[in-house]
């Protein structure tokens, strides 16, 4: 698919209100495995990137260069998965906000996330959250919306708010509110702290909606079905990086235990190699 097929794509699941189940990825593997599982889209998490590419926890310690790279070797590697991708705060003011944009645009993303916290941010289920006044975050959206119309590349806009933390879950809603009539395609309450938020965000907003769900973090984690029967348009989960980390750790203290065969199951070399694209680069060589 090309970009625009992407975009095509969530836009008319928006429309239809059908949840869009997108799992984080961090790199071009991750992704590749994420769309042979099945899955249409996946959101490429700021807070997976910085762990798993820098060892260090989303507080702003990555910036746009780091990120739109990452961007885009996952698209130029998962062609027909739509990735959706974290540009935290635009990495500055709207004029920052504006080229992130574009450079997302121009790297592969079918959709950008655009958030109104201070810089440097945070994770949104990490403590000690600020977000910008009202009117510096509602420019941030208009920029992202300008951008996208005045550079002719289709992007689909997410809007995310993380003051429910700060200033409550009314003030996180005027701001959702505040951000559609900017233009934003899709709205994201950061961190709800039970289903009844969960809900009363998703019936209210009168908009595509999406959740995030963290294992251990401040939102319950519901299922698919559950936030789908809720009006959800879009939701992430965090399988990829999580497990990753717990079957290395199994995997490697049994190595350590002097086991290389022990801990969580491997994957056979063979099938390693298919996903990284083994086959088809043995059949192009073949050619010459």
Do not use: W
Not at 3 to 19: K, P, Q, S, Y
Not at 126 to 147: F, Q
Not at 162 to 190: I, N, Q, S, T, V
């Amino acid at each position: 698919m090309t970009r625009d097929d992407r975009v095509t794509f969530l836009r008319a699941r928006f429309a239809a209100r059908e949840l869009v189940v997108a799992p984080c990825c961090y790199d071009a593997l991750s992704a590749r495995i994420i769309h042979e599982a099945g899955f249409g889209a996946t959101f490429m998490s700021g807070f997976a990137v910085a762990a798993a590419r820098y060892g260090v926890p989303d507080n702003g310690l990555i910036g746009y260069a780091e990120m739109v790279e990452t961007l885009r070797l996952i698209c130029a590697a998962n062609p027909d998965i739509a990735v959706v991708a974290d540009g935290d705060t635009g990495y500055g003011n709207a004029m920052n906000v504006r080229n992130t944009v574009v450079g997302y645009a121009q790297a592969g993303a079918a959709a950008i996330m655009i958030e109104d916290q201070v810089a440097p941010k945070r994770c949104g289920h990490m403590e000690g959250k600020v977000v910008v006044p009202l009117d510096e975050a509602r420019t941030r959206i208009r920029a992202a919306v300008d951008a996208r119309r005045e550079s002719g590349l289709d992007i689909l806009i997410v809007a995310r708010t993380d003051a429910r933390a700060p200033h409550g879950f009314e003030a996180a809603m005027h701001r959702m509110a505040a951000f559609k009539e900017e233009g934003a395609d899709l709205l994201f309450l950061e961190a709800p702290a039970n289903e009844h938020e969960l809900r009363r965000f998703a019936a209210e907003i009168d908009a595509p909606a999406m959740a995030n769900l963290v294992p251990g973090g401040k939102t319950p984690l519901l299922s698919p079905a559950r936030l789908e029967q809720m009006g959800f348009a879009f939701a992430i989960y965090h399988q990829a990086l999580f497990g990753a980390i717990e079957a290395m750790k199994r995997a490697f203290a049994a190595l350590a235990a002097g086991d290389p065969e022990g801990g969580a199951p491997t994957t056979p070399f063979d099938e390693v190699k298919r996903l990284a694209g083994a086959e088809i680069y043995a059949a192009e060589s073949a050619r010459y």
